[in-house]
């Protein structure tokens, strides 16, 4: 089992930055890719970022691309999201994810372990 708890959500005028945190505990967090996703209100979740176990690679979706960062730290089984520029389209449930693989796509069904998710509100 690998459990996974976000942080770092909040509000935040459009235009500026927010880091969210995803702490992994359990099984070895290396063994996973890990990957962001985020759910608006009265939307389907949709899948934002994915970095592979090493960090060495990195996947966005189109809509955040340029904008937002994802970076991990293995020494510390944290996975990060910089979200620079935010937009209030921005706002949503985020929530991380661990996978087999990382992944330029995904729907969320080939997840492993999600987390409970942090509250982003960007305010125009």
């Known amino acids: 089992q690998v459990q996974l708890v976000e942080s770092g959500g909040g509000l935040v005028q459009a235009g500026g930055s927010l880091r969210l945190s995803c702490a992994a505990s359990?099984?070895?967090?290396?063994?996973?890719?890990m990957n962001w996703f985020r759910q608006a209100p009265g939307k389907e979740r949709e899948f934002v970022s994915s970095i592979t176990w090493s960090g060495s690679r990195t996947y966005y979706a189109d809509s955040v691309k340029g904008r937002f960062t994802i970076s991990r730290d293995n020494a510390k089984n944290t996975v990060y999201l910089q979200m620079n520029s935010v937009k209030p389209e921005d706002t949503a449930v985020y929530y991380c994810a661990a996978g087999r693989l990382a992944t330029s796509e995904s729907s969320g069904y080939d997840m492993d372990y999600w987390g409970k998710g942090t509250l982003v509100t960007v305010s125009s």
């Open positions: 359990g099984r070895t967090f290396t063994s996973y890719a």
